[in-house]
Every structure is written in structure tokens, then in C-alpha cells.
């Protein structure tokens, strides 16, 4: 039978296990786990908010405790991994190049894009690559103006930009954050599959990609971001439907796909004392509609909500513990005096047992800290008094 039931609670611990957010430490090079990390997930989304460690590296820290920031650097001038747009700007596995093809074709053909660039200039700055190799922006002038206003970029950014997004340029590394193109054709390796996926394909792609990644998806969740495909994806889950390759899951009002295999997760325990400060761009909490129906936690980040309009806090971090979403904190690190400053902590009324959880959350805080290029950390004066007495105990 190819539709089932099941509880909340354990819809919540297979998308945990596929997320191997809580997973334990696993065995070989760590660069090797990072890699692996990446092909699991399927991306990894790029911030450049820094208040504390940028996305990319928090999300893989969580699914690795031996990561260090340079082994992505690595795997990227490796070409192991690449930079592209997902549902955002993401690193991506090698192996899954193929699939940005569509989108890459879209742009070309002048969709897809919210900013223009001159096709004279577009043909300048790739003649300048392909003959002085790979190049930043910095590298060519601006036009004579000096200043720009927030957000916009000048004329040969928006060149560079438009040949990464058509796919004539990668990003080979990134110095001090600032990317750095190069020709694709000396890039991209020989041996990665660059045939063009149908429609078809690319929608069995991505649902076989998702529901490995998250264990249990919908249409709109696999097609997330991805405009025009959610008709094509609903096909393809049905037809696997009919053969059994996934079963329908339906979780209260909610009906869910997954894999055979993801509902073999179930079997599996999971550590409900392990505790993890998310990145507010985490693979496991990016969709904000899916983690409210899954786990009752209405989560916004506020970094773009006005001051006087935020409720928990610039950069605020979703924690997981209980394998629940249980709280929201804001931190902030100040690397030269080495101190992580936690300037939020609003708990939800979820936590029955707050011993035990304040007990997980100094443990991690400690690793965190570290990992943030911190000492120590303390509490600001915002924390409730409840928040601090209980932290400070």
C-alpha cells in the first residue's frame, strides 16, 4: 500500500535524520565529510551577513565538528564543489552541474535576471578574463565614479554577474569573501556531465535530490524558488507513487512524499539531548512554512525588519534540542576581544524540563564560541532575568 500515517513527532525525526543535523561524528578526513556533508544536502546556502561565522560555514560546522572554513575553500579551487544560484546563491556539488543548466539557458535568453548588463561591456570583460586569467571586480574601473549608493554595483559587476548566471564565467575562489571569475571551459572539469536535462529529468532530479536531503517533502517544498516547475514535479510524484518509489505520508491535515528508505529512519534512534544553534539560512530551517507545519515554530529572521520593529534581534538563531525547535537567540562576536555576546535568548513555552536544556546550551556555547573565533561568551543585559540566572547558575 502506497499511503501511510504518521505522527508529528515522527515526521519531525525523519526529516532530522535526513538532515543529519544530529548526527555523530563521523569517521575519515574531514574534508572528506564536508564533501559528503555537501553532496547529501545537495547545497549549501552563501551569506554575507559576518556578525557571526557567514552561513555557509555554520551550516557545515553543525553537520561536521571538525570543519574548518578552509576546507571549502579547498574543495572549491578543487572544483569538488561550485558556486551558483539554487533558491539562492549556494555552493553546490560538482556532480549536480548539469542541473543549473536550464536556468542558465533562461538567463541567456534574457529571464530570470532582476539587473541588466551592457552586451559591449559583457564582451569586453570576458575578452580582459580570457586573456589575463581569472580577475576580480576590483579589477576593472568604475566609470569614473567613485562612490556608489548601497546595493548597486558598478557597470563591470553586473557584466561579471550576468556571465556567472548565463554560465561563461565561474567562480574559481573567493579573497576575503570578494569572488573571483574565471573561464568556465578552464575550470570546469572534463569529466562533468554538461548534457542538457529535459524538463522531465530535471523534476526527477530534483525530487530524488530533496527527499534524500529532507526525508519527507510536497511539491511546493521540492519546487521551492524554482518558478514554473511545480505542475512538471507533481507529475513525477505521482507517477513514482503508482511504482512505489515514494509513499504518500499523511502528517495531521498534511499529506507529505517520501522514500521507502526515509521511513526506514524510523527505526533509527535519535539523540534528543544534543542541542544546535542554527544559521537562520540552515538547510533545515530555509523554509519557513515547512518548519511552522512541522514544528509549530514561526520562525523570521529580522535582519531586514526595522530596529524599532524587531522582536528577537538582528541575526536571530533558530535552537534545536529535544528535536524540537525550542528557542531563538542573537549573537553577536567580537573577534579581537574574543568574546561571543548573546543579546537574545527568548525560550518558547514548549521546555518542560529548563535545567536540562540551559545545561545542553552552555555545553554548546562553549563550542560555538569557539568555533565564532571567541574564548568565552557572556550575556547581555537584554536577557531576561530568568534567562541569566539560569545560564549563570
Sequence with gaps: MNRVSISLKEARKIALHSQKVLSVKEKGRA?????????????????????IERAHHHTLWNRNPRYQPSQLDKLQRQCNVFEYWSHAAAYLPIEDYRICLPNMELVKKGN????????????????????????????????????LPMWEWKPAKYALETLFMEGELMVVRREKFQKVYDLRDRVLPDHVDRSMPDTRELCEILVDRYLAANGIGTAAQISYLRKGLKKSVEEVLLDYLETGRV????????????????????????????????????NLVIQRKRISALFGFDYQIECYVPEEKRKFGYFCLPVLWNAELVARMDCKADRKAGILTIRSLVLEDSIKKQEAFFQSLKNELDKFS???????????????????GMLAS
Design 247 to 282: 509513499l504518500a505520508c499523511k502528517v495531521r491535515e498534511l499529506t507529505y512524499y517520501a522514500t521507502p528508505r526515509s521511513l526506514d529512519l524510523l527505526s533509527t534512534p535519535i539523540s534528543r539531548s544534543r542541542l544546535k544553534i542554527l544559521s537562520p539560512f540552515d
Design 31 to 51: 574534508i572528506d565529510v564536508t564533501r559528503s556533508v555537501i553532496q547529501h544536502l545537495g547545497y549549501i546556502q552563501i551569506d554575507t551577513i559576518s556578525v
Design 370 to 388: 569557539l568555533f565564532n573565533g571567541c574564548t568565552s561568551w557572556q550575556l547581555d543585559k537584554a536577557c531576561g532575568s530568568s534567562v541569566r
Design 112 to 147: 530570470r535576471l532582476w539587473f541588466k548588463a551592457d552586451p559591449k561591456l559583457k564582451k569586453k570583460v570576458l575578452e580582459r578574463i580570457r586573456v589575463e586569467g581569472p580577475l576580480q571586480s576590483k579589477d576593472f574601473e568604475n566609470n569614473g565614479k567613485t562612490k
